[in-house]
């Protein structure tokens, strides 16, 4: 579990989280057969609430830190990046051991004022899991910071694994006391997974002896007090957590709203609202699949950008800033295009409900993917606000644009795809002008798009054509169960090979995009390509 380069960093934490996200799919539909939808739509609403507690007490901690470290490291001030680690730990913890009760007490009220009394038992249960996870972002944050991307993959595999497992088992024994039951036993697993993927980060540490690394590094020696580093770590932490908070807390009234909205708007009853809940759960739970590429190239390029802003090197912050901005594109745009091609077979396999909800919403994982890249660009050059500011615009049309329309029994649910779009392509175009403005350049989003997207239509023509008689053949040999995978997995290796030869003949990527990715990927690309792609 070394250090290495910010490209393979980028490849290894793709992987990690595609396995991941994968995992954390095929969970779902196994998840269902034992509690069932109104279990899973349960399971879904105590996990907006438990993804909003996390942005406060986690991920927003986990990327202060690694920007912290990352500027510290750069100027050789490894004790001092070693003691700002260690006080975040400590009262991190004190923090996540606080809210833990807290969200405990309040369990009951939240239950209330989201209109559904099951899922009480299920924030008990997941409870646990803030101070667990609060722990584990401090060491992902360390990791983070210091370039030591091998170590969080593996941790996000592990921690997944045992998340399953624990959660299907506990779902399995708690059922037959009521769905209710069922949905609290699939949330334990969190708790769990995240204890083992800290002990597991915690063992490389020590084998590794990073604090003494760490000192033998250091060329400056301790150089700020612990009141200084507190000081900056919060004064980065705010306005992230913030941020985050604010992200996820338009989710968490989404919950509340949709949930309220179907039942004495729309004239759903509790069961039927719950249902259709939970397929927007499920169709967010797709939609996040490629974003996991994204989180990755965001993870590697937060440090990134801070060591060179903090090192006043602008042309370098430029160019990653071009550079990050370009690899989403080429990565998310496809993506988005394939979910809305092939929703129905991907449905089909993993036994969802809601199919229609993706025809026409995965084309939000673009524009979020985008926005992601966006917040992380000015993060890592200090711009905390300006994503605060723009998310808050986004949040607020969301939720005024789901108010109205999930409350029309003719559009229900899908007014929250609605809602998804507006809440995305504001903050894009505030954003990318806060960019331009703040490192003097002028990026287009438009033009960046434009091959992407072309070559995206011409992949969904290409599947459109290749599924015919793949899916004929399919019929024919009566495949079921597991293996009607095979005839899904081929249309999309046809359409990515579609996509790749599209782009490399419109000439809109480059080996620079490809060695961003990981250098590793060039080498296994066919000369005839090669010969195509621009150095």
Same mark, same amino acid.
């Given at each position: 579990?070394?250090?290495?380069?910010?490209?393979?960093?980028?490849?290894?934490?793709?992987?990690?989280?595609? $396995?991941?996200?994968?995992?954390?799919?095929?969970?779902?539909? #196994?998840?269902?057969?034992?509690?069932?939808?109104?279990?899973?739509?349960?399971?879904? /609403?105590?996990?907006?609430?438990?993804?909003?507690?996390?942005?406060?007490?986690?991920?927003?901690?986990?990327?202060?830190?690694?920007?912290? @470290?990352?500027?510290?490291?750069?100027?050789?001030?490894?004790?001092?990046?070693?003691?700002?680690?260690?006080?975040?730990?400590?009262?991190?913890?004190?923090?996540?051991?606080?809210?833990?009760?807290?969200?405990?007490?309040?369990?009951?009220?939240?239950?209330?004022?989201?209109?559904?009394?099951?899922?009480?038992?299920?924030?008990?249960?997941?409870?646990?899991?803030?101070?667990?996870?609060?722990?584990?972002?401090?060491?992902?944050?360390?990791?983070?910071?210091?370039?030591?991307?091998?170590?969080?993959?593996?941790?996000?595999?592990?921690?997944? #694994?045992?998340?399953?497992?624990?959660?299907?088992?506990?779902?399995?024994?708690?059922?037959?006391?009521?769905?209710?039951?069922?949905?609290?036993?699939?949330?334990?697993?969190?708790?769990?997974?995240?204890?083992?993927?800290?002990?597991?980060?915690?063992?490389?540490?020590?084998?590794?002896?990073?604090?003494?690394?760490?000192?033998?590094?250091?060329?400056?020696?301790?150089?700020?007090?612990?009141?200084?580093?507190?000081?900056?770590?919060?004064?980065?932490?705010?306005?992230?957590?913030?941020?985050?908070?604010?992200?996820?807390?338009?989710?968490?009234?989404?919950?509340?709203?949709?949930?309220?909205?179907?039942?004495?708007?729309?004239?759903?009853?509790?069961?039927?609202?719950?249902?259709?809940?939970?397929?927007?759960?499920?169709?967010? /739970?797709?939609?996040?699949?490629?974003?996991?590429?994204?989180?990755?190239?965001?993870?590697?390029?937060?440090?990134?950008?801070?060591?060179?802003?903090?090192?006043?090197?602008?042309?370098?912050?430029?160019?990653?800033?071009? $550079?990050?901005?370009?690899?989403?594109?080429?990565?998310?745009?496809?993506?988005?295009?394939?979910?809305?091609?092939?929703?129905?077979?991907?449905?089909?396999? $993993?036994?969802?409900?809601?199919?229609?909800?993706?025809?026409?919403?995965?084309?939000?994982?673009?524009?979020?993917?985008?926005?992601?890249?966006?917040?992380?660009?000015?993060?890592?050059?200090?711009?905390?606000?300006?994503?605060?500011?723009?998310?808050?615009?986004?949040?607020?049309?969301?939720?005024?644009?789901?108010?109205?329309?999930?409350?029309?029994?003719?559009?229900?649910?899908?007014?929250?795809?609605?809602?998804?779009?507006?809440?995305?392509?504001?903050?894009?175009?505030?954003?990318?002008?806060?960019?331009?403005?703040?490192?003097?350049?002028?990026?287009?989003?438009?033009?960046?798009?434009?091959?992407?997207? @072309?070559?995206?239509?011409?992949?969904?023509?290409?599947?459109?054509?290749?599924?015919?008689?793949?899916?004929?053949?399919?019929?024919?040999?009566?495949?079921?169960?597991?293996?009607?995978?095979?005839?899904?997995?081929?249309?999309?290796?046809?359409?990515?090979?579609?996509? #790749?030869?599209?782009?490399?003949?419109?000439?809109?990527?480059?080996?620079?995009? @490809?060695?961003?990715?990981?250098?590793?990927?060039?080498?296994?690309?066919?000369?005839?390509?090669?010969?195509?792609?621009?150095?």
């Amino acid at each position: 579990m070394g250090e290495q380069s910010s490209k393979n960093g980028f490849l290894m934490l793709t992987i990690a989280g595609i $396995l991941s996200k994968l995992l954390s799919v095929l969970y779902m539909p #196994f998840l269902n057969s034992i509690i069932g939808m109104e279990g899973v739509g349960t399971y879904q /609403q105590v996990y907006e609430v438990f993804t909003f507690v996390y942005a406060l007490t986690g991920i927003g901690i986990q990327t202060a830190i690694a920007k912290y @470290i990352a500027e510290l490291s750069a100027q050789g001030q490894e004790k001092d990046a070693l003691r700002a680690f260690n006080l975040a730990r400590k009262y991190l913890f004190l923090i996540g051991v606080t809210v833990t009760l807290i969200l405990m007490i309040l369990s009951k009220p939240i239950s209330e004022l989201i209109a559904n009394p099951n899922i009480t038992y299920g924030l008990i249960a997941l409870a646990p899991s803030i101070a667990i996870t609060a722990m584990l972002s401090t060491y992902r944050g360390y990791y983070q910071g210091q370039n030591r991307m091998t170590s969080i993959a593996i941790s996000q595999v592990v921690e997944q #694994f045992f998340n399953i497992a624990v959660s299907l088992i506990f779902a399995a024994l708690l059922i037959k006391y009521g769905s209710a039951f069922g949905a609290a036993g699939g949330t334990i697993g969190t708790g769990a997974g995240a204890l083992v993927a800290t002990a597991l980060l915690l063992f490389s540490f020590i084998k590794n002896r990073l604090d003494r690394q760490a000192r033998s590094r250091d060329i400056a020696g301790i150089t700020v007090s612990r009141k200084e580093h507190l000081t900056v770590l919060l004064s980065y932490a705010f306005p992230i957590i913030l941020s985050n908070g604010m992200q996820n807390l338009g989710a968490l009234i989404d919950t509340t709203l949709i949930s309220r909205r179907l039942q004495f708007s729309a004239g759903f009853d509790r069961k039927a609202a719950t249902i259709l809940y939970a397929q927007l759960g499920l169709y967010k /739970q797709l939609y996040y699949v490629p974003l996991v590429i994204i989180t990755a190239l965001v993870t590697t390029v937060i440090p990134a950008i801070s060591r060179n802003y903090v090192l006043k090197d602008r042309k370098a912050v430029k160019s990653n800033v071009r $550079l990050s901005l370009r690899v989403t594109m080429l990565v998310i745009i496809p993506c988005g295009f394939g979910l809305s091609v092939l929703c129905n077979e991907i449905y089909e396999v $993993l036994h969802y409900q809601g199919a229609s909800l993706m025809v026409t919403g995965a084309f939000v994982t673009i524009f979020m993917a985008i926005v992601q890249t966006q917040s992380a660009i000015l993060q890592g050059t200090n711009e905390f606000y300006s994503v605060v500011k723009s998310l808050m615009i986004g949040i607020v049309l969301k939720i005024v644009c789901n108010y109205t329309l999930v409350g029309i029994k003719g559009i229900n649910i899908y007014g929250a795809i609605i809602g998804g779009y507006v809440c995305f392509v504001f903050p894009m175009i505030i954003n990318q002008r806060r960019i331009n403005k703040h490192l003097n350049m002028k990026l287009s989003l438009v033009k960046m798009s434009l091959k992407p997207l @072309i070559s995206s239509i011409f992949m969904s023509m290409v599947i459109f054509v290749v599924r015919i008689p793949v899916y004929w053949i399919a019929r024919k040999m009566h495949i079921r169960g597991v293996i009607a995978a095979f005839p899904l997995v081929i249309v999309i290796i046809a359409g990515v090979a579609a996509y #790749f030869y599209a782009i490399v003949e419109l000439r809109g990527i480059t080996k620079r995009d @490809i060695d961003a990715m990981s250098p590793k990927l060039y080498r296994i690309i066919p000369k005839f390509f090669k010969k195509r792609i621009k150095a």
